[in-house]
């Protein structure tokens, strides 16, 4: 399960409090995703980076913000503006497969943030 | 932007059975395809992926199909054994060869249970 990992596993804050989910990977991979996970939706995409210092927005990225400063980590923040920010955060990085071409997403173990 | 439709969300068969999970996507650009298992507590993880050229692809006991002109695409798993048991999330993705890049379009996910 090694190779990428997020920090901390659980996380409490109390609203309207910014909070910052860690990052981290050793696979030397370029593009990096963060996805929100909640009962019944799936895996749905806040934001991702194809190369340091370069981001952009996913599908929900509002009342989120991210940085890319190094390759090997990519932090989320979670802002007082995010409106249901109690969720599981999962963290992934990708390379592509050699056989299809497409791009295997390899996920970190999650933060479940809970705000109060 | 891509929408992934993806039924049922609970499945539930005893050991030795077959399995089928289908999902429907709304681009027709889209050209890959991936299936991820998350098993309870764990993360998710790549178990097969399709490119829109492929019609079928067979891994041991577990094949997808793409149905393009309708566009669907199934997981089927043959000989069930509880150890399947997991969510599994079908997605969908546009992906050029040259690409540094793979962002997913994820469906609500299927909790898939097996009864020994």
């Known amino acids: 399960d090694g190779g990428i990992t997020q920090s901390p596993k659980y996380l409490f804050r109390k609203e309207g409090q910014n909070v910052t989910l860690s990052c981290e990977q050793n696979?030397?991979?370029?593009?990096m995703y963060w996805y929100r996970q909640d009962p019944g939706q799936g895996l749905r995409l806040i934001y991702y980076?194809?190369?340091?210092?370069?981001?952009q927005k996913g599908d929900i990225a509002e009342g989120y913000s991210v940085s890319r400063e190094k390759k090997e980590s990519f932090p989320l923040t979670v802002t007082s503006a995010q409106k249901n920010p109690t969720a599981f955060y999962l963290c992934?990085?990708?390379?592509?497969?050699?056989?299809?071409?497409?791009?295997?997403?390899?996920f970190g173990p999650g933060t479940r943030l809970t705000v109060t | 932007g891509e929408n992934v439709e993806q039924h049922p969300s609970t499945l539930s068969v005893q050991e030795g059975d077959s399995a089928v999970i289908k999902c429907t996507y709304s681009d027709s650009a889209s050209n890959y395809f991936p299936w991820y298992k998350q098993e309870l507590g764990k993360r998710p993880q790549l178990i097969i992926d399709i490119r829109s050229n492929v019609g079928e692809k067979k891994d041991q006991r577990i094949a997808v199909t793409l149905n393009k002109t309708a566009k669907h695409f199934s997981l089927h798993i043959t000989e069930t054994q509880p150890e399947d048991s997991a969510v599994y999330f079908c997605a969908a993705s546009w992906q050029a060869g040259g690409t540094s890049y793979g962002k997913l379009t994820f469906g609500q996910g299927t909790i898939l249970t097996v009864h020994p």
């Open positions: 696979l030397n991979h370029d593009a």
């Open positions: 992934a990085s990708s390379i592509r497969r050699r056989g299809t071409g497409g791009h295997e997403q390899y």
């Open positions: 980076s194809q190369i340091v210092n370069d981001f």
